[in-house]
């Protein structure tokens, strides 16, 4: 039975792609047999980035190291994922735009297609990732992914900041850290600083695991590496209980 892990936000264009495809890759190098891939990125964004990204490493002439799959508009396989044979599953999703912000009895996912995905994944999930960025937009929606989507449903959540401008110092990674802490929320420890080569892999077709072997290639992996492992240690103490 596969380990799903969701990766949301109700803010779009904060980094949920870049994150399902990355952490793929890199637990695709340690538990992949040859022929018998045992990671699966599935996506529901109807804009299909991590669809778009798999196909443009192929293009490039690389092997995608996991299989990506879109079911965006297939409800029904999207609840069959329990059986899927796979060890690991990442789920892609979109943004969303919630309804009735004041009245809490609405269902924050909204209708319609996107809405039915999103309960979809998360009525199967085992855990879910939320990426923040160390920018002051994104607080309000992670807070609503938070407050009014995951926690009602009581899932295992870690907020992952993400994107964050090392060349700037420590101060913007601090503070947003110290912004989760106060709101009481779950933060992973691991972070992901911003680094060129993964705003140029989606369109150079590569993952992590696929740049270029030198210094700064070497530390924009490590971060993804290390949440792996820290997401790894978190399903080991979740399965424990």
Request: aromatic share 4%; proline share 6%.
């Amino acid at each position: 039975m596969p380990h799903i892990t969701v990766v949301l936000n109700q803010k779009g264009g904060i980094g949920k792609s870049m994150i399902a495809m990355q952490l793929a890759a890199v637990y695709a190098e340690t538990l992949s047999a040859e022929g018998d891939p045992e990671v699966a990125v599935v996506s529901i964004d109807p804009q299909s980035t991590s669809v778009d990204w798999a196909e443009r490493i192929e293009k490039a002439g690389r092997v995608v190291p996991f299989r990506v799959i879109e079911a965006s508009g297939n409800i029904g396989n999207l609840r069959k994922l329990r059986r899927a044979k796979a060890s690991i599953i990442v789920i892609d999703t979109p943004g969303f735009l919630p309804l009735g912000e004041d009245g809490e009895s609405i269902d924050p996912l909204g209708d319609g297609p996107v809405g039915d995905a999103l309960r979809a994944v998360l009525d199967i999930a085992d855990d879910v990732i939320v990426p923040l960025e160390p920018d002051p937009a994104g607080f309000k929606p992670t807070r609503t992914t938070i407050e009014r989507v995951i926690k009602p449903r009581g899932l295992p959540y870690g907020v992952v900041v993400s994107n964050w401008e090392p060349r700037d110092g420590r101060l913007d990674l601090e503070r947003t850290q110290s912004m989760v802490r106060k709101q009481g929320w779950e933060l992973y420890r691991s972070d992901i600083r911003h680094f060129r080569m993964h705003a140029r892999a989606l369109e150079e077709g590569r993952v992590c695991t696929q740049y270029m072997s030198n210094h700064t290639a070497t530390k924009a992996k490590q971060d993804f590496l290390g949440l792996a492992l820290e997401h790894q240690l978190r399903r080991q103490k979740q399965a424990a209980l």
